[in-house]
T-cell receptor, first 111, second 112 residues
Framework: GENVEQHPSTLSVQEGDSAVIKCTYS??????FPWYKQELGKRPQLIID???NVGEKKDQRIAVTLNKTAKHFSLHITETQPEDSAVYFC??????????WGAGTKLIIKP | SQTIHQWPATLVQPVGSPLSLECTVE??????LYWYRQAAGRGLQLLFY??????ISSEVPQNLSASRPQDRQFILSSKKLLLSDSGFYLC???????????FGQGTRLTVV
């Protein structure tokens, strides 16, 4: 079955710098890759997603890139702000109902 | 607009006691419904999903069960809780496969 690995588990960056979180997946049939943000004690919320027919997607300060050959995808956050501090999860899915989640990355923005 | 309600927010239960967590969705019809469990500092583990009334798919063998008695109601149950059942349980819904999942507020379950 699908396996998703996420790195790093913790990422600390200076406010204003960029942050990059990487995920790899094992199932070459996976075609949907969302990223969720979870603030402490709250529910996960979708911040961006990408499908396998696209190599990159941007939404303001957030971008996701997908390399199908290498089976990895990355989240890029530019000009980080204190409110970006949270746990970020990647996930992968085939054309079914099963999202397989990474273990999460705790992003710390240092003032 | 669509909303999802999940209760209770926190629950402390003794080992061996039963469990019932309820989730309801408003403002949409025939949603796909999901139960996830999140252990501390870990990702989400899909427990059950349902594409319609009475249709339940189980992803992880355990002492939990799920039911969908109505289109927008999803219930997670256990007859006898184990210590290992402690965690943060999240209900979610989607309109279709591979679309944005909307999560409930979660239930923090502690089995003592």
């Amino acid at each position: 079955g699908e396996n998703v690995e996420q790195h790093p588990s913790t990422l600390s960056v200076q406010e204003g710098d960029s942050a990059v979180i990487k995920c790899t997946y094992s199932d070459s049939a996976s075609n949907y890759f969302p990223w969720y943000k979870q603030e402490l004690g709250k529910r996960p919320q979708l911040i961006i997603d990408i499908r396998s027919n696209v190599g990159e997607k941007k939404d303001q300060r957030i971008a996701v890139t997908l390399n199908k050959t290498a089976k990895h995808f990355s989240l890029h956050i530019t000009e980080t702000q204190p409110e970006d501090s949270a746990v970020y999860f990647c996930a992968a899915s085939r054309s079914n109902y099963q999202l397989i989640w990474g273990a999460g990355t705790k992003l710390i923005i240092k003032p | 607009s669509q909303t999802i309600h999940q209760w209770p927010a926190t629950l402390v239960q003794p080992v061996g006691s039963p469990l019932s967590l309820e989730c309801t969705v408003e403002g949409t019809s025939n949603p796909n419904l999901y139960w996830y469990r999140q252990a501390a500092g870990r990702g989400l583990q899909l427990l059950f999903y349902s594409v319609g009334i009475g249709q339940i798919s189980s992803e992880v063998p355990q002492n939990l069960s799920a039911s969908r008695p109505q289109d927008r109601q999803f219930i997670l149950s256990s007859k006898k809780l184990l210590l290992s059942d402690s965690g943060f349980y999240l209900c979610a819904w989607t309109t279709a496969r591979n679309t944005e999942a909307f999560f409930g507020q979660g239930t923090r379950l502690t089995v003592v």
